[in-house]
């Protein structure tokens, strides 16, 4: 392993645990907005969430260039399983005020598979830290070549 990727593991693991972190915190309370019957709140609380993966995945690209977006990658992959893992948890605290009521309304919750769980902040996350990346190596190149002068 290079300097520059052990020197971006410190980050990709922080990263990595404040995307899950945020995602927990997203589900839990998409759950308490979805019983409020606050609909909006849910798409709004769960784009924010995407918003948040594509930041931290930027962030890696920058700072660590092609690894950067293989950490992004990575970050993902573990943010979301997470995630994942945590969903009965996140939907458990989030009806600890009125659990009868959460059964009512939502009935057996079942956690979803992890394929459609994840592959929407798989693409996003791979793509934007890729373009960031890209961006980043073409803002160093002059499109009309050297000056004579």
């Known amino acids: 392993?290079?300097?520059a990727a052990r020197r971006l593991l410190p980050l990709a693991l922080a990263c990595t645990f404040a995307a899950a972190l945020f995602g927990f915190g997203a589900e839990m309370f998409s759950w308490r907005s979805a019983y409020a019957g606050e609909e909006g709140r849910v798409t709004l609380i769960q784009i924010s969430r995407l918003a948040v993966l594509v930041a931290l995945a930027v962030?890696?690209?920058l700072r660590g260039g092609w690894w950067g977006v293989a950490a992004a990658v990575g970050?993902?992959?573990?943010?979301?399983?997470?995630?994942?893992?945590?969903?009965?948890?996140a939907y458990r605290w989030a009806a600890l005020e009125d659990p009868a009521g959460y059964a009512r309304r939502f009935g057996e919750v079942h956690r979803p598979g992890y394929g459609e769980w994840s592959t929407y902040d798989v693409i996003a996350v791979g793509f934007s830290?890729?373009?960031a990346q890209g961006l980043r190596m073409m803002a160093g190149v002059n499109p009309t070549g050297p000056r004579d002068e």
């Open 1 to 3: 392993m290079s300097e």
């Open 59 to 61: 962030l890696l690209a």
């Open 75 to 89: 970050m993902v992959f573990a943010a979301t399983a997470a995630e994942w893992a945590l969903f009965p948890l």
């Open 129 to 131: 830290a890729a373009l």
